[in-house]
């Protein structure tokens, strides 16, 4: 699973269609930074230098922005109120509008690891007031989480950047049991899906969560949330736009719904090498071309998709060995230090126990009803498929239990058991 342009959609309702964040590099020089900021943001010259001399490059702090937020309001009131010029009225709204929305994109979608300033370089998609709705802040603003996470993912990285509150709401909206949270009752879908949440204190301690990942059933997975919310925030089809999304020309990522199908409500094939869709060797620029024209080639289209899921969690027989195989979704190692096998992977594929009994009843009675009709071909792929399919959680559950009593843990539990009650017997006797 993975976050997708369809989560950024229906969790903060902000745009995933429009022209990606362009710019060259992180961030801007001073120079550079210092007339925009004077431009756009009515900023004394020798403020902004002195701004960025403390934030050590062309970065602004969350304090001073807010403070020329509050004087430029101050002067566009003071302004008004006098009748000066339209103009001069104007300008000063806008660049306490501009103060706003910077302040406002800095503390949420592009937050930095810092968490102290935003960069000046996000002013430049804020110059023109007429045109911030047609910027395409979603796939940037998901590009820019991405990186943070591929960082954190690994060693020696001590803190985390990007929206962590669509991280947090996203966590949330698909997994039941994970973290601490509160759903408000008086929440409606006109708002953003991530509003119906209220987090509260998860646990303390790190190990904690891995366990909680690891042994976390498929019944506690909701692929698909956003059902309800359709009506407020209908599916985009940009969303299965394959490819790299990009905030700017340093921070790059794939998007590759293709990997995540049960997401999107069907079955979930292996999928192709992600070399394939995200093809090395692009820049900014023929980035942008093949997001905009994303049906010629950056598209999974309705053959690539497969079938709908009967279950939410279901997938074709063979991927979950080949997911072990080329990823690691165990976060802590085996308790006796045993590899995880190929063989005994597909519990991953059942939630709980199962009731053999009642599976075989089902398909035999599936079976049954199906011999004494009149069947042709094609009617009886589709039977064999299915009882094929139903099969498939009686077989994972056999091989787990299999596992377990090869292992021996059952006989020593049994056994375990037994020696108790002899010794209690002995206790109470004496």
Same mark, same amino acid.
């Given at each position: 699973m993975t976050i997708t342009l369809d989560d950024v959609s229906?969790?903060?309702?902000?745009?995933? $269609?429009?022209?990606?964040?362009?710019?060259? =590099? $992180?961030?801007?020089?001073? /120079?550079?930074? /210092?007339?925009? &900021?004077?431009?756009?943001?009515?900023? !004394?010259?020798?403020? &902004?230098k002195k701004e960025f001399q403390k934030m050590k490059g062309a970065h602004i702090g969350f304090k001073a922005l807010k403070d020329l937020y509050l004087d430029n309001l101050k002067d566009a009131l003071k302004a008004?109120?006098?009748k000066k010029p339209a103009e001069d009225v104007e300008f000063l709204r806008e660049c306490t509008i501009r103060c706003y929305l910077?302040?406002?994109?800095?503390?949420?979608?592009?937050?930095?690891?810092?968490?102290? #300033?935003?960069?000046?370089?996000?002013?430049t998609y804020l110059r023109d007031l007429s045109l911030v709705?047609? *910027?395409? *802040?979603?796939?940037?603003?998901?590009? #820019?989480? #991405?990186?943070?996470?591929?960082?954190?993912? %690994? @060693?020696? &990285?001590?803190?985390? =950047?990007?929206?962590?509150?669509?991280?947090?709401? *996203?966590i949330m909206a698909h997994f039941k049991t994970f973290g601490g949270r509160f759903v408000d009752e008086r929440y409606t879908h006109d708002n953003p899906y991530a509003a119906r949440f209220l987090p509260l204190k998860g646990p303390k301690f790190p190990g904690q969560h891995r366990s909680a990942l690891d042994t976390m059933r498929m019944d506690e997975v909701v692929f698909c949330p956003y059902e309800e919310h359709r009506q407020t925030r209908p599916f985009q089809d940009i969303s299965w736009y394959t490819g790299w999304i990009m905030c700017g020309s340093a921070i790059i990522n794939p998007h590759l719904p293709e990997r995540v199908l049960r997401q999107f409500?069907?079955?979930?094939?292996?999928?192709?090498? !992600?070399?394939?869709?995200? +093809?090395?060797?692009?820049?900014?620029?023929?980035?942008?071309?093949?997001?905009?024209?994303?049906?010629t080639a950056n598209y999974v289209t309705e053959e690539m998709r497969g079938p709908k899921v009967v279950r939410a969690f279901d997938t074709v027989p063979g991927y979950i060995p080949w997911l072990y195989r080329v990823s690691h979704p165990k976060?802590? !190692? !085996?308790? /006796?230090?045993?590899? @995880?096998?190929h063989a005994s992977l597909e519990e991953d594929n059942v939630s709980g126990e199962c009731d053999v009994s009642e599976v075989t009843k089902k398909v035999r009675a599936d079976l049954r009803k199906a011999l004494d009709g009149q069947l042709n071909l094609a009617d009886a792929l589709v039977v064999i498929e299915k009882a094929y399919t139903d099969l498939e959680p009686?077989?994972? #559950?056999?091989?787990?239990? +299999?596992? +377990? %009593?090869?292992? =021996?843990?059952?006989?020593?539990?049994?056994?375990?058991? +037994?020696k108790t009650t002899?010794?209690?017997? =002995?206790?109470s006797s004496l």
């Open positions: 229906s969790l903060l309702h902000i745009p995933i $269609t429009g022209k990606m964040l362009d710019h060259n =590099g $992180t961030s801007c020089t001073k /120079e550079d930074g /210092e007339e925009m &900021c004077v431009e756009y943001l009515n900023f !004394p010259i020798s403020k &902004c008004e109120r006098l910077l302040y406002l994109i800095g503390a949420t979608i592009f937050t930095n690891k810092s968490m102290q #300033y935003v960069d000046v370089i996000f002013l709705n047609t *910027w395409n *802040w979603g796939a940037s603003g998901l590009a #820019y989480l #991405y990186n943070y996470l591929d960082a954190a993912s %690994r @060693p020696r &990285c001590g803190n985390h =950047g990007g929206y962590n509150c669509l991280f947090q709401a *996203w409500g069907h079955v979930q094939s292996i999928p192709r090498h !992600p070399d394939v869709s995200a +093809k090395a060797g692009m820049n900014r620029f023929t980035i942008a071309d093949a997001f905009a024209s994303y049906l976060i802590l !190692p !085996p308790v /006796e230090a045993d590899p @995880p096998t009686v077989d994972a #559950y056999l091989v787990r239990r +299999k596992r +377990k %009593r090869d292992s =021996g843990e059952g006989t020593k539990k049994r056994k375990k058991k +037994k002899t010794e209690d017997a =002995g206790t």
